[in-house]
């Protein structure tokens, strides 16, 4: 089996028609989540919900933001836990050695919840499969990450400047929501991107 790298240009493009594709429904999926994060337990499913969401904008389709309410979620929550934990475990480890190797394993690893659900994989082969996908793939993940982040922190410090000056209170902190919507779901359509990419690296 041929194993696809990802090309830089080629991701950013899938990235935007992705996004531009579904941008009211994953905009309302995020606000909806934001809301109601502080409910006990629906969080837990809406939470898992939203980190798969870009599975779902891999698909091709139009989500429905009240998708994210879906009880399948919480079913699976158990295994999302240990392999969330053992990421986590993992990532704070290799933080101790100057940062690097937690970045290149949190790219290894950045589609292991996907394999769990997606192909129901155990959380130790999920963690496998991930990296096996991202093989070869890894820089090229960074730096479509890097641009996409630079480019909305610019815009979000550039709001943040204008508000500033305006100095228009209540406003200015619905502005900083709303961006802070827009970045998780630009960073969504992103990831939505790769898993399409690279989900059949491995079968």
């Known amino acids: 089996m041929e194993t696809k790298k990802l090309d830089f240009a080629e991701t950013l493009k899938d990235a935007i028609q992705i996004g531009a594709k579904n941008a009211p429904s994953i905009l309302a999926a995020v606000a909806l989540w934001a809301i109601t994060l502080w409910i006990p337990y629906l969080n837990v499913g809406t939470t898992i919900a939203i980190s798969l969401l870009p ?39 290799a933080c101790s050695f100057l940062l690097f190797p937690a970045i290149v394993i949190s790219l290894a690893w950045s589609l292991a919840t996907y394999f ?15 990296n096996d996908a991202t093989y070869g793939s890894k820089w090229t993940m960074f730096f479509v990450q890097l641009v996409v982040c630079a ?12 508000c500033g000056i305006i100095n228009v209170g209540v406003i200015t902190s619905i ?29």
């Open 55 to 93: 599975t779902e904008l891999a698909k091709g389709n139009i989500i429905n933001p009240l998708d994210i309410f879906d009880g399948k979620y919480r079913r699976c929550m158990g295994e999302i836990f240990i392999l969330w934990g053992l990421v986590a475990g993992a990532l704070l480890f």
């Open 116 to 130: 769990l659900v997606e192909r129901g994989k155990n959380p130790i082969q999920a963690l496998k499969d991930s």
């Open 151 to 162: 480019v909305l922190y610019a815009v979000f410090f550039l709001f943040s400047w204008l």
């Open 175 to 203: 502005v900083m929501l709303a961006l802070m919507v827009v970045f998780a779901s630009v960073l969504m359509a992103v990831n939505a991107s790769f898993w399409k990419q690279l989900k059949d690296n491995v079968e």
